[in-house]
């Protein structure tokens, strides 16, 4: 059993950065890849990245490309979402996932551990 604890949301104003982490605890010796995930008001929930156990492999959704990054640290069990130049449209809840799989899925039905969310509101 996997936990996930993201942080990091907030309130930013268009053109803002933030950077949101996601903590990992229990069952962690096992190799996963991570995502990350957003679902905005009246919006199905979307991957926006996401990055295999070792780092050597990512993926971003066209509408983030350029301007977010993940990124992990295995020894401290953590994922981040760097994110930079937010739009409005960034606005929704984050959640982090993991899947127990080498490549790195984009469905979110390959995820089998999430976290609670965290929201993003990004205002003009």
């Known amino acids: 059993q996997v936990q996930l604890v993201e942080s990091g949301g907030g309130l930013v104003q268009t053109g803002g950065s933030l950077r949101l982490s996601c903590t990992a605890s229990?069952?962690?010796?096992?190799?996963?890849?991570m995502g990350w995930f957003r679902q905005g008001p009246g919006t199905e929930r979307e991957i926006v990245a996401g990055?295999?156990?070792?780092?050597?492999?990512?993926y971003y959704a066209d509408s983030v490309k350029g301007r977010f990054t993940i990124s992990r640290d295995n020894a401290k069990n953590t994922v981040y979402l760097q994110m930079i130049s937010l739009k409005r449209e960034d606005t929704a809840v984050y959640y982090c996932?993991?899947?127990?799989?080498?490549?790195?899925?984009?469905?979110?039905?390959?995820?089998?551990?999430w976290g609670q969310g965290t929201q993003v509101t990004v205002s003009s």
């Open positions: 996932a993991a899947s127990f799989t080498i490549v790195v899925p984009t469905s979110d039905v390959a995820y089998k551990y």
């Open positions: 229990g069952g962690t010796g096992s190799s996963y890849a």
């Open positions: 990055i295999s156990w070792t780092g050597g492999s990512t």
